[in-house]
DNA sequence: TCTGGGGTCCTAGGACCC
DNA sequence: TCTGGGGTCCTAGGACCC
């Protein structure tokens, strides 16, 4: 069956398919995941309040359920709520995300034996395609997931199940802030699903943001019921094609649908804010010549070529003092993964884009169109097949040193004098309990 | 005095997600 | 002093083509 036509745009297929199936997807999510990997391995964290911090240990990105009592808010500035940390006792962690990765992979490998089509939607969610059974079945299959879960790898997830993604989520959601549901929340007949509807503010709506939630707010829509009765044609020209299936996910109508086939990558990409501002050229050379290193490896891990970098320095959004932003993009002379020929046209980039004066807090690369080997346009006048072989020899035994000793074992080096003081700041980092020899959790004989 | 129409491709910017 | 990083999709507008 094809896509059907309505309010002027394509759905896909599964807009039909769906009405008649009835089928019904089960949203996995780990609570308040990175600070539940940092409690794995720290029991005496349970029941006190932990946040996480993002790169550099700028924003709160996790909060404990006792953190979020503290009236602790998802994406403060660390330095904004520091005193109010310190006051409470409250255990702060940088982010670790070579533990937080390993966690997320051990989490997914349980989820995958209980259904046969999966998405892994992010770090600490996933979706799952749900057998066709009575609710009682799947409450006991949601149960049973969460307890495996919970007894391997010691992290506490909700489970939400509704005939669409848009209801899953927000069914998980429901699951997780009423704990008598015991974690599980299915959303099936259409009293039961209006009433919570009613109750769900329309900014906690997948899909539904800040911008468009203040909008939808000033004209009357302010929850997840009034939203599903919008009208098509106003949700069609305010909210644009996106939101219109979202409204009609809302409707018990699949317009997503499952992605258990990953798609291929669009853009790679690596940057950071640096630990302090940067002003010389040389030392931003240096941060751009490791960030190119991280997407490159990326790029072979992923077996692509780039055909496009772009590069972007910024002085950042906040602070005094003047301000410059500027991103410049290089069409590469043949697509490419190899990182010395990367590095090479990244400084040349740079050098366009830099402006002295400012105080940089941020450089980063962006490759895009990317292309596998097979769908790789060669080169007349590229290398010749021995020195491609070379190249790729040399940077599989680089990938191979940094995968066993860590990234960064082997790196590629620019001539710089002063030290690294843009590096950022990781001062409340765990250890790498799961990933790395030298720190492995030790236990204490009484 | 009078200067087409229809299409594709690319990019920048804006919205969203975790 | 101190405000993350890495993604996605959609739209509008410009360049270009016949």
């Keep these: 069956m094809g896509p059907m036509f309505i309010s002027g745009e394509w759905l896909p297929v599964s807009f039909i398919s769906s009405r008649v199936s009835q089928t019904r997807v089960a949203l996995v999510d780990c609570n308040n995941f990175y600070v539940s990997c940092e409690r794995v391995f720290d029991p005496s964290l349970a029941h006190r309040p932990v946040v996480v911090l993002s790169n550099n240990d700028g924003c709160i990105i996790a909060r404990s359920e006792e953190a979020k009592q503290l009236g602790i808010c998802m994406g403060t500035p660390f330095f904004e709520c520091r005193a109010h940390i310190r006051q409470h006792g409250v255990q702060v962690f940088s982010s670790n995300y070579a533990l937080y990765g390993d966690m997320s992979a051990r989490v997914m490998e349980i989820l995958q034996q209980f259904s046969s089509r999966m998405e892994v939607y992010s770090i600490d969610e996933a979706f799952l395609d749900c057998a066709r059974g009575s609710r009682e079945n799947h409450e006991v299959w949601a149960a049973q997931m969460r307890a495996r879960v919970l007894r391997c790898t010691g992290i506490p997830v909700s489970i939400g199940i509704a005939s669409t993604k848009t209801l899953a989520k927000i069914a998980a959601r429901i699951a997780k802030k009423r704990p008598e549901r015991g974690g599980v929340c299915i959303l099936d007949s259409c009293e039961d699903c209006e009433l919570l509807l009613g109750a769900i503010a329309v ?57 258990d086939m990953p798609a291929p990558a669009r853009g790679i990409r690596s940057s950071r804010s640096f630990g302090t501002p ?27 070529s780039a055909s496009a970098m772009q590069v972007f320095i910024t002085t950042g959004r906040h602070g005094a003092g003047p301000q410059y932003n500027n991103a410049a993009t290089l069409t590469l002379p043949t697509p490419g993964d190899y990182t010395p020929d990367l590095i090479r046209h990244g400084l040349n980039v740079l050098n366009r884009l830099y402006r002295p004066g400012y105080r940089y807090r941020k450089i980063g690369v962006l490759f895009t169109g990317l292309q596998t080997a097979c769908e790789r346009q060669l080169d007349l006048f590229e290398d010749s097949p021995a020195a491609d072989e070379r190249k790729k020899c040399f940077m599989g035994a680089v990938d191979a040193i940094n995968a066993r000793w860590g990234r960064g074992t082997v790196s590629f080096a620019v001539p710089v004098g002063a030290g690294r003081g843009w590096r950022m700041r990781r001062r409340f980092m765990s250890g790498r309990y799961t990933t790395c020899w030298s720190e492995l959790p030790m236990v204490k004989a009484c």
């Design 203 to 259: 900014e906690d709506i997948w899909g539904i943001g800040r911008r468009y939630a203040a909008m939808l707010r000033r004209s009357g829509i302010a929850t997840a019921l009034k939203l599903k009765h919008a009208d098509d044609g106003w949700v069609r020209r305010r909210l644009t094609i996106q939101g219109l299936r979202t409204v009609m996910e809302l409707r018990g109508i699949d317009c997503i649908g499952l992605q």
């Design 278 to 304: 940067v002003e010389d050229l040389a030392h931003l050379r240096e941060a751009l010549v490791e960030y190119i290193s991280i997407a490159a490896a990326k790029l072979r891990s992923k077996g692509l």
